[in-house]
Every structure is written in structure tokens, then in C-alpha cells.
């Protein structure tokens, strides 16, 4: 395993807060857009069928499937970043 200095973290602060902040924003934004849609009820009524390590997801909103894609893509970027920076963090 490579050897990480304080300088190495303090070097990958700034892009680790672009991509947590980029993440963030684009996963509200479907969540938000996604609540608007079932609320109006102005998404489209297509079965939609998501699959994500063994758990099946079907419905017939639109909306409904943006919610929960902008909460798995929270849970699946941002929980291994925030990791990574504990991780980091960790090091001497």
C-alpha cells in the first residue's frame, strides 16, 4: 500500500469537496424533481424496473424512480467518499 502524507490529503481536499458537492447537488435535484413529479402527478406513468444488488424496485411513476435513484446515488458515491476522507484523515 503507497505511503500517504498530510500533503497528499491536504492536495485532495479541494477535489474531494468538488465531487461531494457535485454529487450532492445532482442526487437533490433528482430527489427534488422527483417528489414534484408524484406530487403533480406530471411523470410519466411507464413501468419502470430497477434492479440494484438483489433488490428489485417496480413502479409505474417516473417520479418515484427519480427519488430513488438520487437516494442510491448518495448512498453509493457519497458514503464511500466520506470514507475515504475518515480514512484519510486516520493516517499519521
Do not use: N, W, Y
Not at 485532495?12 to 457535485?22: C, D, H, R, S
Not at 428489485?56 to 448518495?74: F, K, R, W
Amino acid at each position: 500500500m503507497a505511503v500517504v502524507s498530510q500533503m497528499d490529503v491536504i492536495a485532495a481536499t479541494p477535489l474531494l469537496t468538488i465531487v461531494a458537492v457535485t454529487v450532492g447537488l445532482v442526487s437533490l435535484a433528482m430527489v427534488g424533481a422527483g417528489i414534484v413529479m408524484v406530487v403533480r402527478r406530471r411523470g410519466g406513468r411507464e413501468e419502470t424496473h430497477l434492479k440494484v444488488l438483489g433488490a428489485t424496485l417496480q413502479t409505474q411513476s417516473v417520479g418515484a424512480a427519480s427519488v430513488v435513484c438520487g437516494l442510491l446515488l448518495l448512498l453509493f458515491v457519497l458514503r464511500p467518499l466520506i470514507q475515504a476522507v475518515v480514512d484519510l484523515a486516520k493516517l499519521p
